[in-house]
């Protein structure tokens, strides 16, 4: 079941404002891709519960032993490799096409907002759909054969270690300048399957709402103090209701 919460409680009105909207943007987290079944780092099955991130997800590490390194790359890549867009993706990316969503700015690695059609999207930790060579800059797509090169897969042009397009701990995040482009024009700002507290990221609906934007949170439980529109429940279900209700506000 899925409750509407916080100050605005009646899914025709937050349609109607979303109607109005003149620049919308959605910033995405791990829990959109949860029920495409791929756990978040930090939950009971976690990567993290297996694998020390101060040891195996940083950069002085990769450096230092990519060997050890890519046994977590590998799990990771096993673990996405076949994973699929949800309705909450296929959702997002049906607002962009009808002219609804100006972008997607994501918090995620998994590719899937691609594969579920998105065309505009702003990844502030990388893809791990792509291996990046860090001495030429070469970069290409990852595939099983490469997952599973023994000790580690090298770049075809220099013969250095390999490393998914990723950010590691160390690293600094990506696209911030192009994101931070978008946010000042952002009048409405679907918030969906993050907590908003690692920052930068976490600034996000903050300066959206500092600059008199509405905020549309899309969690599980409500997390944002201020949210406009709390979707309460699975992003799954919440999403396509509010994309159903878009449509059928032009009939």
Not at 153 to 179: H, N, T, W, Y
Not at 201 to 206: C, E, F, I, R
Not at 212 to 218: C, D, I, S
């Amino acid at each position: 079941m899925i409750e509407i919460t916080g100050p605005g409680t009646n899914l025709e009105e937050a349609v109607k404002q979303f109607r109005a909207a003149r620049f919308p943007l959605a910033f995405t987290g791990a829990g959109i891709s949860v029920p495409s079944g791929i756990p978040d780092f930090r939950s009971e099955k976690g990567l993290w519960t297996k694998y020390n991130p101060e040891m195996y997800a940083t950069l002085d590490a990769f450096l230092e032993d990519p060997k050890k390194v890519w046994d977590i790359y590998r799990d990771r890549g096993r673990m996405l490799l076949d994973k699929k867009p949800n309705k909450a993706h296929l959702a997002l990316a049906e607002m962009e096409k009808a002219g609804l969503l100006k972008a997607v700015i994501t918090q995620n690695i998994d590719r899937l907002h691609q594969l579920a059609g998105s065309s505009m999207i702003l990844e502030i930790h990388g893809n791990f759909g792509r291996l990046q060579c860090l001495e030429c800059g070469n970069k290409m797509p990852v595939s099983e054969k490469l997952l599973e090169t023994r000790p580690f897969p090298v770049c075809e042009l220099c013969g250095s270690p390999l490393k998914p397009d990723i950010v590691l701990f160390g690293e600094g995040v990506r696209q911030m300048e192009a994101i931070q482009t978008l946010i000042v024009s952002c009048d409405l700002l679907l918030v969906i399957g993050t907590s908003a507290n690692v920052y930068p990221a976490a600034a996000l609906p903050t300066q959206v709402r500092e600059n008199g934007g509405l905020l549309y949170e899309f969690n599980l439980e409500p997390v944002l103090q201020n949210a406009d529109y709390c979707f309460s429940g699975s992003a799954v279900k919440s999403l396509p209701l509010l994309m159903q209700g878009l449509k059928n506000s032009v009939l």
